[in-house]
């Protein structure tokens, strides 16, 4: 019993005891730097007597948001929320258009014309070594308020658009968002439906599935008609007097943070489409040719299935730092989150505790992004084998 | 069947070299531009569309561009609203600066040369080596010319002379410092003696202008190296954290990490602003600049963390054991074996870093109002002179050549050392 005892480890030798106390020290360094700074807080919240709590959320904002019916009344709560709505719309056009135009661009990067190579080349070397703040006040600036003529001979781009320096309006849906979102999935479901039907058609028989194009197809019927059955319709825009009817007009400063983030975005995009590209095997390619593709088609069932496989995780990464940029919206008036917060703060509303509220939604929509990147991840790392 | 196939040929995945320039100039044509009529179509739209968008640069480059507000404001925008009476002390920094980094370059060179990484007769002069240096370094001296030839003044022409000579000076001089056979002690007062350098020119100026008379470009690459520097420590203790075994200290790098990640840097920015000097005494209550290196700093110790823990998971686990073998500490074997590996391999992923925060100092002239470059080619279109004739065209082009020069030769800087230290090649 005594020689046991003396063959164990000392306490401040036992490697079980230091590791605890590693740990303990890091958590109370931690601890003690928080409560320091809480305690600042505190001290000088109350002293120049601001509160800490979040009662301010249902004060009336009054405050109008640009291109927003929210009254002035409402309370800060929902202008928050339609703040964090113009988030999502910016971040979801953004991210759709950043993607397209990478990609292509990507692709224009490894073309053997000479000309569309070194266009892109030049593109993507230039836009990606220039801050994205840049383009955002250019755009604004530059292009919105000075390149683009004022409303009284605005361009009019074959009936569907009108630019002016007011902004540029679109063709746009007349009804419900809400039911245009469910007709959406509806026709969605449809598609996803046939898809599958086409593809246990094609096990069956032999014969080609042509999935894309049924379910393609379907989703076409499906939505149409039930388009016309709920009575939707497109208006296109056009300039009366010194304003534009019908369509949507698209205010200044969204064009702007739009042309910014997709420009600045899509350079990034682009490079990681031609690096993924170039890491597909060589091989594959040139079975490609053997087996007589054309061009397009040993791109479309090739090469680039292959591609984004591997550029699925960078180009998440590019996305969540696309709508993180959103936030830069705020210096040139477009009422987003940010701007929203910064806003009610000038108008009263305690700083501390809107922040905290708007980075907690930043980092929500962060996470929630980065969850589907990876599901997307996993789904497409399946296919391998 | 793979692997015999992989083991047999070893497969390149760099396109194939262009065909050759030289040659036949029709073959080349049919080649890169007139290959089938889509092609031809192609070439013809975006050669269209190409000399249409050169036409409009040149044309706004030489005719319609008026610079006049460029030449009027080119001190503002380089170094801001430096006091008059301590000029002298940036051309000091910048001379003594060009100086050290030769002095550094010759050293390194002559310790590489002895310890056998470079062959010697690569050291010598030749037509070659300046050749090469100048591709290298074309551009910021493009750069830096042309911002000479827009100065009113000889003060900056004087400056750059000096600043090249004590560049060349420096670096004839580093090998024989680099030669010099030293004891332990005078090597370390070497080595703290060329590390105090940048520091000391810091406070030199400090101590004359404070922190807050900074502006322009001047600040841009200020905030940005500041930053990098003051968020290394940070990043390589966050990064160690999220690795380690205690699951503690493991939560507590993570959540750090991610949580800043997640937030976007812009509105960090406002909310330091705003609300920084709440959580401080008011004795310590920061200045703007000040707010803004510490955002930036915190900010990027968190991707910073990212980078290095990349870089940890490249060493081998052959390496942590074979200092095991050696009977080395837990600490000694993260300090002398994992971490210099570490963090050599992401060298270039941290000029990655460094450059998108080069970028990213702009928001500090949005979000806190910072006199940095871009905040200054929008103030300078307010003149009385230059207000209301849409000059922001001139003023942002001339910003975004500043910042693309930097950016452009960082990149290329860290594409030639990525070769050069061999990252991914094993």
């Known amino acids: 019993m005594t020689a046991a005892l003396s063959t164990r480890v000392p306490l401040w030798r036992d490697i079980r005891v230091l590791k605890w106390l590693a740990q303990l020290v890091v958590v109370a360094i931690v601890a003690a730097i928080l409560i320091w700074l809480w305690g600042n807080y505190t001290t000088n919240a109350s002293r120049q007597n601001i509160p800490t709590n979040f009662n301010f959320l249902d004060n009336p904002a009054s405050f109008q948001i640009t291109g927003n019916s ?69 755009g604004l600036v530059v292009v919105v308020l000075q390149i683009f003529p004022p409303i009284t001979d605005a361009w009019d781009v074959a009936g569907m658009l009108v630019v002016s320096n007011r902004g540029v309006a679109v063709p746009w849906y007349v009804g419900s968002g809400y039911g245009l979102i469910v007709l ?24 080609l599935p042509r999935s894309g194009l049924w379910g393609g197809a379907a989703f076409v019927i499906v939505f149409l008609a039930v388009w016309f059955l709920l009575g939707y319709r497109v208006t296109t825009p056009e300039v009366v007097g010194r304003a534009t009817d019908g369509g949507m007009r698209v205010d200044p400063s969204f064009f702007a943070l739009f042309f910014a ?123 391998e084998r | 069947m793979t692997d015999v196939r992989d083991s047999m040929v070893p497969l390149p995945q760099e396109p194939p070299p262009a065909p050759p320039r030289s040659g036949n100039a029709k073959v080349w044509l049919r080649r890169n531009l007139f290959r089938s009529p889509v092609d031809t179509a192609i070439t013809l739209v975006f050669g269209a569309i190409s000399l249409w968008l050169v036409y409009k640069t040149i044309n706004f ?36 600066l060009a100086g050290w980094t030769g002095l550094l370059a010759g050293i390194i060179r002559a310790r590489q040369v002895i310890s056998g990484r470079v062959a010697p007769q690569a050291d010598r002069f030749s037509i070659r080596r300046v050749g090469d ?38 670096r004839a001089l580093g090998p024989f410092i680099g030669r010099l056979k030293l004891n332990a002690v005078a090597r370390i007062a070497l080595i703290v003696a060329l590390a105090a350098v940048p520091p000391a020119l810091f406070f030199y100026i ?54 800043v990640r997640g937030a976007p840097l812009f509105v960090l920015l406002l909310l330091a602003n705003v609300a920084l000097r709440f959580f401080v005494p008011d004795s310590l209550a920061p200045s703007t600049s000040t707010r803004a290196i510490i ?132």
Request: net charge positive; hydrophobic share 55%.
């Open chain 2, 133 to 170: 240096l100048a591709e290298r370094l074309w551009i910021p001296a493009a750069t830096v010319l042309l911002l000479l030839l827009l100065s009113s003044t000889a003060g900056p022409w004087v400056t750059a002379v000096a600043a090249v000579l004590a560049a060349i000076v420096g």
């Open chain 2, 295 to 426: 955002v930036f700093t915190l900010f990027t110790a968190a991707y910073m963390a990212e980078i290095i823990r990349g870089g940890l998971q490249s060493v081998p686990r052959g390496q942590i054991e074979a200092a095991k073998a050696l009977g080395l500490s837990p600490a000694r074997q993260t300090a002398l074996v994992v971490l210099p590996q570490a963090l050599r391999n992401v060298i270039p992923a941290q000029i990655g870093q460094l450059i998108s925060l080069f970028k990213d100092t702009t928001l500090a002239g949005l979000a806190m109002g910072l006199f940095e470059l871009l905040n200054v080619s929008g103030s300078i279109t307010a003149q009385d002179a230059f207000v209301g004739q849409g000059l922001l065209g001139e003023t942002l082009a001339f910003a975004a050549l500043l910042f693309w020069a930097v950016s452009y030769t960082m990149s290329r800087e860290s594409q030639r050392l990525e070769k050069r230290l061999g990252v991914g090649v094993r």
């Open chain 1, 184 to 207: 959406g999935a509806v026709a969605g479901a449809v598609w996803w439906a046939v898809a599958q039907w086409r593809r246990s058609v094609s096990e069956r028989t032999g014969e």
């Open chain 2, 61 to 96: 480059v030489f005719v319609t561009g008026r610079w006049d507000v460029i030449r009027a404001n080119l001190r503002l925008l380089v170094i801001g609203r430096f006091p008059d009476a301590h000029v002298l002390r940036l051309v000091v920094t910048v001379i003594v």
């Open chain 1, 70 to 138: 929210l009254s002035q009344n409402a309370p800060v709560r929902q202008a928050l929320y339609e703040g964090f709505l113009n988030t999502l719309r910016i971040s979801v056009a953004g991210v759709l258009a950043a993607t397209v135009l990478g990609t292509l661009i990507g692709i224009a990067r490894l073309s053997k014309n000479w000309i569309v190579n070194k266009m892109a080349t030049v593109y993507v070397e230039a836009v990606r070594n220039i801050p994205l703040a840049l383009f955002l006040v250019a």
């Open chain 1, 261 to 383: 983030l997709v420009i600045y975005t899509a350079s990034h995009i682009a490079e990681i489409v031609r690096g993924s590209i170039q890491a597909v095997d060589r091989g594959q390619g040139e079975a490609a040719d053997a087996v007589a593709l054309s061009g397009f088609q040993k791109m479309w069932y090739v090469i680039l299935p292959q591609a984004f496989r591997i550029a699925i995780p960078p180009i998440g990464n590019q996305y969540l730092n696309l709508i993180k940029n959103s936030s830069l919206g705020a210096a040139i008036g477009y009422y987003d989150l940010t701007l929203v917060s910064q806003t009610t703060v000038g108008n009263g509303s305690p700083a501390v505790p809107v922040f905290a509220l708007t980075m907690a939604i930043y980092i929500s929509i962060s996470l929630v992004t980065s969850v589907f990147v990876n599901i997307a991840n996993r789904r497409m790392a399946l296919v």
């Open chain 2, 206 to 259: 400090v101590t004359a202008v404070g922190f807050d008379g900074w502006g322009g470009f001047m600040l841009n690459l200020f905030l940005a190296v500041c930053a990098i520097i003051l968020c290394f420590p940070l990043g390589v203790l966050l990064a160690l954290g999220r690795r380690s075994s205690l699951p503690l200290v493991r939560i507590v790098s993570t959540a750090y990490i991610e949580l």
